[in-house]
């Protein structure tokens, strides 16, 4: 007799576990190699040698190289859209992503030593690597890209072309930003709770530059 969906379930639930895990060693391995000797030191046969797996499995899993530091980076881009189509009645987009963005998060937000070891490493290991810096443009490009695809729809078919693509550039402009500055003291071995408040206080001003119009900035 065929199996039914509730005795295929359990099954496809374990296969995809195990893929996951299979992922997360990978990368974990990765990162690993990558912070001791430097991304572009680490080839992909070693991550594959090292984490006991084939390098087809590697690339099956992550298609480039620099997708085992970025692979976490998938789900913020729904994660930002989602946030802004799911603003309260009466919230505008810019205050929907400042809420968004300046959400505690990550390993920023976790109060241990070792969070805060591999906070450091990682941030060394991208801000060291060109090849990692080039690929975080073009991630933050897409994110760029979908941002104001959605304030145009979001202002309705009477939007210029120019309009949304300048609302997405300045709300990116603020997350991009911060995250250059929170890499600096991160570097700096500033507390993590400072640059937390540090980076809240910063957000705040930079929304409410956007908020009240940037046309008394810099006046002479």
């Given at each position: 007799m065929p199996p039914t969906p509730a005795t295929r379930a359990p099954e496809l639930g374990l296969r995809e576990r195990k893929k996951q895990r299979t992922r997360e060693l990978i990368a974990e391995t990765a990162r690993r190699l990558f912070a001791a000797r430097g991304f572009e030191r680490v080839t992909i046969a070693e991550v594959a040698r090292e984490a006991d797996v084939s390098e087809q499995t590697v690339f099956n899993y992550f298609?480039?190289?620099?997708?085992?530091?970025?692979?976490?980076?998938?789900?913020?881009?729904?994660?930002?859209?989602?946030?802004?189509?799911?603003?309260?009645?009466?919230?505008?987009?810019?205050?929907?992503?400042?809420?968004?963005?300046?959400?505690?998060?990550?390993?920023?937000?976790?109060?241990?030593?070792?969070?805060?070891?591999?906070?450091?490493?990682i941030t060394r290991m991208i801000t060291a690597s060109p090849a990692l810096l080039e690929r975080e443009r073009a991630i933050f490009d897409r994110y760029t890209e979908s941002l104001a695809l959605l304030v145009a729809e979001e202002l309705g078919p009477r939007a210029d072309e120019v309009l949304p693509r300048v609302v997405a550039n300045a709300l990116m402009g603020i997350h991009r930003a911060l995250l250059d500055y929170s890499r600096k003291r991160i570097l700096a071995d500033a507390p993590s709770d400072t640059i937390i408040r540090e980076l809240r206080a910063r957000g705040e001003r930079a929304i409410s530059a956007l908020e009240n119009g940037l046309g008394e900035v810099g006046i002479r």
């Amino acid at each position: 007799m065929p199996p039914t969906p509730a005795t295929r379930a359990p099954e496809l639930g374990l296969r995809e576990r195990k893929k996951q895990r299979t992922r997360e060693l990978i990368a974990e391995t990765a990162r690993r190699l990558f912070a001791a000797r430097g991304f572009e030191r680490v080839t992909i046969a070693e991550v594959a040698r090292e984490a006991d797996v084939s390098e087809q499995t590697v690339f099956n899993y992550f298609p480039t190289k620099e997708d085992l530091v970025y692979w976490r980076f998938e789900g913020f881009e729904d994660e930002l859209l989602t946030a802004i189509r799911r603003r309260d009645c009466g919230e505008s987009v810019l205050r929907a992503f400042g809420r968004f963005v300046l959400r505690r998060r990550g390993l920023l937000a976790e109060q241990d030593p070792e969070a805060r070891q591999r906070l450091l490493e990682i941030t060394r290991m991208i801000t060291a690597s060109p090849a990692l810096l080039e690929r975080e443009r073009a991630i933050f490009d897409r994110y760029t890209e979908s941002l104001a695809l959605l304030v145009a729809e979001e202002l309705g078919p009477r939007a210029d072309e120019v309009l949304p693509r300048v609302v997405a550039n300045a709300l990116m402009g603020i997350h991009r930003a911060l995250l250059d500055y929170s890499r600096k003291r991160i570097l700096a071995d500033a507390p993590s709770d400072t640059i937390i408040r540090e980076l809240r206080a910063r957000g705040e001003r930079a929304i409410s530059a956007l908020e009240n119009g940037l046309g008394e900035v810099g006046i002479r």
